[in-house]
C-alpha cells in the first residue's frame, strides 16, 4: 500500500514537472523587443566575453512584462529591473502564459 502511494506521488510529480516545462518560445517581434530592452540595458564594460541564459515572464492583462526567474545569477538583478513592467507592443502572446527566451550577451 505504501508503495502504491510512493508511485503515484512519483508520477505525479513527473507529470506536473513534464506540464511545468512545456513553455512556449515567443515569437520573434516580442522576442526582438526583449532584446532591444536588454541591449539599452548593458554596455560593454558590465559583460565579458559571452553569456547565454533563459528568461522567463509572463504577461500581464496590461501588456507589462513579468519576469519570473532567469538562469543568470550574476545579471538577474539588472534584467528584472530593466524588463519587468516594460510594456509590450506584440499582441501574440497570451496574458499569464509563461514563455522561455534564450539570449545571448555578447561583449
Do not use: C, W
Amino acid at each position: 500500500m505504501r508503495f502504491s502511494r510512493t508511485l503515484i506521488l512519483a508520477a505525479f510529480t513527473f507529470f506536473a514537472t513534464f506540464s511545468a516545462s512545456a513553455e512556449s518560445n515567443p515569437d520573434n517581434s516580442t522576442s526582438s523587443e526583449i532584446r532591444t530592452l536588454l541591449k539599452q540595458t548593458f554596455s560593454e564594460n558590465d559583460i565579458s566575453g559571452e553569456m547565454k541564459l533563459h528568461i522567463t515572464f509572463m504577461l500581464n492583462e496590461q501588456n507589462e512584462i513579468m519576469v519570473i526567474s532567469t538562469s543568470g545569477n550574476i545579471l538577474d538583478r539588472e534584467i528584472k529591473s530593466r524588463l519587468n513592467h516594460q510594456i509590450i507592443q506584440s499582441t501574440d502572446l497570451k496574458k499569464g502564459h509563461k514563455y522561455t527566451l534564450p539570449v545571448v550577451i555578447k561583449k
